[in-house]
């Protein structure tokens, strides 16, 4: 039922408050939309899947953070307390009094091991106040320096002390055009090194996040808090209480079980994308109104077409037509049109959901040729909706969405790698140049499996 | 050999027997636990070969048989039929008439009363249901520290198994994905497993000092629920009124056992006497081939009952006691297992490394070294 969030870095710590800050308004939330017996429950398998009891009756987020600098986790700990409608545990966290220069091999090498000891016995605090620990969700940025190299060795001390939990790394993606020139490098190696620890990978990408707040949001000047808020949104219309399966009569008390039983149990098949519609401002949701025949539409051309939001889709794609053999995509590097997926979530929260009609989710054209629909697609749902949208539908899918971002990052880092640019700042703290052939290796793998659906 | 089959028949239908055979039907039925159990009138639709008998749930009553699922199984015919058939494959039954039963559940009431009644004798099935669902007021875990002298029944069963090897291609992505899903649910229940430990802990400690049995010490969940909800005792009452009544049944059952045997038995040799009789030589050779296989298998069970080490089998009460002892068995266990965990690694890669020299052209890339 219970899932401890282990945030890292500036960026894990960051978005980490916006989804406590989400699921916890949500959860007060009058705009239910359902019966208060529906209510309640709903109220009560979120509080114990995200949240613990204390004596002052103020819930208290399970979770621990971690980041080398005080500032980022001093911030985040006093904005929860003032929120007056919940916290963290102040002895829940870890951090150094100085940073530790931006560099991963320093990070996983040097940091992560010294501190391990401590952080680990964080997480164990956590899990014991568990009843039942569904597992560990974990969130960080891919590119970053000391964070994300700590993150991948934190990842790997999870996995080791709770060999049989279930581990979901939420990663950003960094901007295309971003500032630190080894960010490829660092993703390659944050990336190659999760994969072997953790059963999935959810990824969010900072441009494609940006154009929502733009676009849709109608954001004039974004900050890093506009886009966390977008991604916990996100988040929260995942991994807030649903009903798992037709004709259950409880809330789903395994959520990451549930995720990974339905998307995840190929190990070479880890990469997850994550859509959500509709996304607007506030003051533009009070004007909408929305049919679920239109999302459902919206969500499924999202995904053939692998569009990031619901304008600007390309309609024009459509999937093979049966007894047409996909055509081979010999190089990942060549426009892909049509998104093949091998399985797909999706969670419907709001009013009518039980008259939805997902067969388009169940066309095995959009499927790999090895998995039929009836396995490979799964549907979540509630009558409770979500941060006042009357309807909402996400997508969790495991597809070819990351592929070419997959296989442009590691083209890049390679090309640095083959002039050997910059790798002293690595092989300075242990990261030998044998490892990160290794990492690019693992991910030539993984881009080579999508590749061939 | 015939002046034989006429003096069982003659018994079969002897006056006084005429009670005998319905009344051991009678308490079979009585035994069984309640939920799975069969009127009467099915055993004699079947044994004349009636399709009712099959439609009142026949194949419905071997699942439930094997007492591993108190609950209806709601799968379909099809999916039932077929896990009847592979239960009965992997005790042994041979009958192949069985085995080519439809699998829409439309006739073969007959084979499947023959098939159960070969399954109640074979694994005692009684007895084991009795002890599945028998009352437990403590709260109990099942233990099995035997010696692991399964391996060779297990290589016999999946002798029988592998008969017919799957005949279409099939993606091994697709093996994969289901063994992960295994794997995850697995995983699951360990997760159940633990969240189970962690609220037994609670109402064990919340209640030590509490029994009146010092060795014990503590309450059960059951127990606490007695003292929370006094009225449930009447529900108590009432499962174990019904296991008392099951018992007598049984014992009833098993003083009338011979004679449902020896029916079964008598319509098995009408059915047989239908067949031709095999060639003295053949059958010679079979006789000699069966013996030899029987002398093996009686060494081989001679040897392991030898070295038997007496290990702990079965359900036993669970009572918290004080960790320290515990624990320091428990990492000794650990210490061990590990031992074997990186013994059977190395065995692992030694093979992989053989098959990867085989493969010519092909580079085998190990996961990240950790």
């Not at chain 2, 697709?174 to 697995?186: A, D, M, T, V």
């Not at chain 2, 030589?281 to 060494?299: D, G, N, Q």
Request: hydrophobic share 35%; aromatic share 10%.
């Amino acid at each position: 039922m219970s899932i401890v969030t282990v945030q890292l870095g500036q960026c894990g710590n960051q978005i980490g408050y916006e989804v406590f800050n989400a699921i916890c308004s949500d959860f007060h939330s009058t705009h239910g939309l359902c019966s208060k017996k529906e209510n309640e429950s709903y109220q009560e398998a979120c509080k114990e899947r995200f949240f613990s009891e204390e004596k002052t009756g103020v819930p208290v987020a399970r979770a621990v953070l971690v980041d080398m600098e005080p500032k980022v986790i001093s911030q985040t700990l006093s904005m929860a307390a003032r929120s007056g409608h919940w916290k963290y545990d102040h002895q829940s966290h870890f951090c150094q009094k100085q940073g530790s220069g931006n560099n991963w091999a320093n990070g996983y090498s040097v940091h992560g091991p010294r501190y391990r000891e401590v952080i680990m016995n964080l997480v164990q605090k956590e899990a014991e106040k568990c009843d039942r620990l569904s597992g560990f969700f974990t969130v960080m940025s891919m590119a970053g320096g000391t964070g994300s190299g700590m993150g991948a060795f934190v990842t790997q001390c999870l996995r080791d002390a709770f060999p049989t939990s279930f581990i979901l790394n939420q990663v950003i993606w960094p901007y295309g055009t971003g500032e630190v020139i080894v960010q490829n490098y660092n993703s390659v190696l944050t990336l190659s090194h999760l994969y072997q620890s953790s059963d999935a990978l959810l990824v969010h990408e900072n441009d494609a996040i940006h154009k929502i707040c733009a676009q849709l949001m109608n954001i004039k000047k974004i900050s890093f808090r506009d886009v966390n808020q977008v991604i916990a949104h996100q988040l929260g219309s995942v991994f807030q209480p649903t009903y798992s399966s037709e004709g259950a009569s409880q809330y789903s008390k395994s959520p990451l079980g549930d995720l990974m039983e339905s998307l995840v149990p190929h190990p070479e098949f880890k990469m997850l994308g994550l859509r959500n519609i509709p996304q607007m401002s506030e003051n533009s949701l009070a004007y909408s109104t929305f049919t679920w025949p239109g999302l459902i539409k919206h969500l499924r051309q999202m995904l053939i077409a692998n569009a990031k939001m619901e304008e600007g889709i390309d309609w024009q794609v459509r999937p093979p037509l049966p007894g047409h053999p996909v055509p081979p995509k010999a190089s990942p590097n060549k426009a892909l049109h049509f998104n093949t997926s091998i399985a797909n979530l999706v969670v419907l929260r709001g009013k009518d959901v039980q008259s939805v009609d997902l067969g388009g989710f169940r066309d095995p054209a959009l499927y790999t040729s090895w998995l039929n629909p009836q396995e490979a697609f799964n549907i979540w749902k509630t009558p409770r909706a979500f941060n006042k949208y009357e309807k909402s539908a996400s997508l969790v899918s495991n597809s070819q969405f990351l592929l070419k971002l997959m296989d442009n990052i590691v083209g890049k880092a390679w090309n640095m790698f083959a002039s050997k640019a910059y790798v002293h700042q690595y092989t300075k703290f242990g990261i030998e140049e044998e490892d990160f052939l290794d990492c690019f290796t693992t991910l030539e793998q993984v881009i080579s499996s999508y590749a061939s659906l | 050999q015939a002046r034989r089959h006429q003096r069982a028949a003659a018994c079969g239908m002897w006056p006084g027997r005429a009670g005998a055979l319905p009344a051991a039907i009678g308490a079979l039925c009585r035994a069984l636990p309640p939920g799975s159990r069969p009127a009467p009138e099915t055993f004699r639709l079947a044994k004349f070969n009636r399709p009712e008998a099959v439609r009142a749930g026949e194949w419905h009553l071997l699942p439930s048989k094997n007492h591993l699922a108190n609950q209806p199984m709601s799968i379909s015919v099809q999916g039932r039929i077929l896990f009847v058939k592979s239960v009965l494959r992997y005790h042994g039954y041979g009958r192949p008439e069985f085995y080519q039963l439809p699998s829409d559940g439309s006739q073969g009431s007959r084979e499947l009363l023959l098939a159960f009644s070969w399954l109640l004798n074979r694994i005692n099935l009684l007895e084991q249901l009795l002890t599945a669902n028998r009352v437990k007021i403590g709260d109990e875990a099942s233990v099995c520290t035997c010696e692991d002298n399964l391996s060779n029944s297990w290589k016999d069963r999946t002798e029988i198994a592998l008969e017919r090897p799957l005949k279409r291609d099939v993606d091994v992505r697709y093996l994969q994905w289901l063994n992960g899903r295994l794997r995850f649910k697995w995983r699951s229940l360990h997760v159940d497993r633990q969240e189970q430990c962690k609220l037994l802990h609670k109402i064990h400690s919340y209640t030590s000092g509490c029994h009146m049995d010092q060795t014990i010490g503590h309450f059960s969940v059951t127990e606490t629920d007695l003292i929370r909800q006094p009225d449930s005792y009447k529900q108590l009452l009432q499962l174990l009124e019904s296991e008392t009544s099951r018992l007598e049944a049984f014992l009833e059952w098993k003083q009338l056992e011979p004679v449902y045997c020896l029916t079964v038995f008598f319509s098995l040799q009408v059915k047989s006497r239908e067949r031709t009789l095999p060639d003295e030589r053949e059958f010679c050779a079979a006789v000699r081939t069966i013996t030899e296989a029987v002398k093996l298998k009686l060494s081989d069970l001679k040897y392991h009952c030898a070295h038997k080490k007496n290990g702990m089998h079965g359900s036993y009460r669970l009572v918290f006691k004080d960790k320290r002892s515990v624990i320091s068995k428990l990492q000794m266990e650990e210490a061990t297992l590990k031992r074997e965990l990186k013994r059977l690694q190395e065995e692992c890669r030694h093979k992989l490394d053989e098959i990867a020299e085989g493969l010519v052209g092909v580079i085998c890339i190990p996961p990240i070294k950790r």
